[in-house]
């Protein structure tokens, strides 16, 4: 192997990637931490119920533990044991995937375009890695931090914000300047809402005529109940040009602390080189960057995460998630009838409500803290465009739910609400 030589010239000293100093400082949950401390504090009898944080609470699947003490086992025994695995992951969970995932709702992703990750944090962050840095990028507003900070990270500052609102139903409008790399997240996080069939494909075609490239990060696809609700941008004719795909098991079967999910990037996928215009596949040079940078999810996961898709496993998340659909379903009933604008909680497992009163979403979250003791998430944290709401998670347990919502209406009964 030939190796590239480089001319050395040292500038003396080590020195660091300065992008890290444009991140924005990432205040919110350390800001929510401090401000629950001081009242806990001040007031050490109250018992606070928190709403706040996306992690789930239920255990895993009784078909994950078993898989998972199986694949340990197997890991004690010389004939059986696994050491490195293929780095795109396991052939029997990328099977899995295609047959479960895909061919199940009539797409068609062969085991090739699927990579087994550690979660989707780790791909949705690491995938600019592949990308020229002076793409335009396009995010709505609120997000997911992890794509801008990624960017940021990177070197990239070309982002324009899509705002998504009550006005355009959280779903943003098309950009009119023309943009290289759009990054989408349905169902939404923070919003809860959802992206039909016909507002997809308008992104899709975006993309397509302006040789663009969708980031579709569709961690909670599990939390879709309408039939007609794209659980995959592949579902949309042309996507597999234009799209890759990112998926997680920490909300579809508690995997958070498990890690595990997979992207997709499509053999289809082509994407143009600066200097000449002549076009390169993305799935080559990611599976080059994993093989360089990633050396496989654990057996003992992949065995888990296949778990998933057995009879058995896949009966059981139904309930997991159905536990938290009806909290869901709880919070937005009752915060409806207490007058507030409620949005999402149908397809995902976030409830994003309207401040009542012109409120800011810290006001809002003071005003929850202090007089129902109970803890959300300000929505401005999410982005500018989150001013002015809250977000409140259902992977809680149903009786804090229902106890926090008794608190609340409480605390709001004394005003008229006026949204
Ligand atoms: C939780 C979440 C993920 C998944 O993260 P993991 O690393 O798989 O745990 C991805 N995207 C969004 C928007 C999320 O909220």
């Not at 790399?181 to 993309?207: F, H, M, S």
């Not at 982005?383 to 605390?411: H, M, N, P, S, W």
Request: glycine share 8%; hydrophobic share 35%; charged share 25%.
């Amino acid at each position: 192997m030939t190796q590239t030589q480089y001319n050395i010239e040292s500038n003396n000293m080590a020195q660091i990637n300065e992008n890290f100093l444009k991140l924005a400082p990432s205040y919110l949950f350390s800001d929510i931490a401090k401000r629950v401390s001081a009242y806990k504090e001040a007031n050490p009898h109250k018992s606070i119920i928190r709403l706040g944080i996306g992690d789930v609470t239920r255990p895993l699947a009784p078909a994950v533990i078993e898989a998972m003490h199986k694949a340990v086992d197997e890991m004690a025994n010389g004939d059986t044991f696994r050491g490195y695995g293929p780095e795109q992951g396991y052939d029997f969970l990328r099977k899995a995937i295609v047959e479960n995932d895909f061919k199940a709702r009539g797409i068609d992703i062969s085991m090739d375009e699927v990579f087994v990750n550690d979660g989707a944090k780790s791909d949705t962050g690491n995938i600019g890695d592949i990308l020229g840095l002076n793409n335009a990028i396009c995010m709505t507003d609120p997000i997911y931090p992890v794509y801008v900070d990624s960017n940021t990270m990177a070197g990239r500052n070309n982002i324009v914000f899509s705002p998504c609102n009550k006005e355009n139903g959280f779903v943003a409008e098309l950009p009119k300047e023309k943009v290289d790399v759009i990054y989408l997240c349905y169902p939404n996080n923070p919003t809860g809402t959802v992206i039909t069939r016909e507002q997809l494909t308008k992104w899709v075609d975006y993309a397509l005529r302006n040789d663009a490239i969708i980031m579709y990060d569709a961690a909670y696809e599990a939390y879709i109940q309408d039939s007609d609700i794209p659980h995959s941008i592949y579902e949309i004719p042309g996507a597999k040009k234009c799209a890759i795909e990112f998926h997680s098991y920490s909300k579809t079967a508690g995997f958070t602390g498990v890690r595990c999910g997979y992207t997709i990037v499509p053999l289809d996928l082509e994407v143009a080189k600066a200097s000449d215009g002549s076009k390169v596949q993305l799935n080559k040079l990611w599976l080059r960057r994993q093989c360089t940078k990633f050396n496989g999810t654990s057996y003992i996961t992949q065995r888990a995460a296949e778990a998933i898709y057995t009879p058995e496993g896949k009966e059981q998340i139904k309930k997991t998630i159905a536990y938290y659909m009806d909290n869901a379903r709880i919070m937005r009933e009752a915060f409806k009838a207490m007058g507030l604008e409620v949005f999402g909680g149908e397809n995902a497992p976030y409830v994003w409500v309207k401040t009542p009163n012109g409120m800011t979403s810290w006001e809002f979250f003071d005003k929850l803290l202090t007089e129902a003791n109970v803890v959300g998430t300000p929505g401005v944290g999410f982005g500018k465009a989150g001013e002015g709401y809250f977000r409140f998670t259902a992977f809680g347990k149903k009786e804090d739910c229902i106890l926090a919502i008794e608190r609340i209406q409480k605390a709001l009964s004394v005003e008229t609400i006026h949204n």
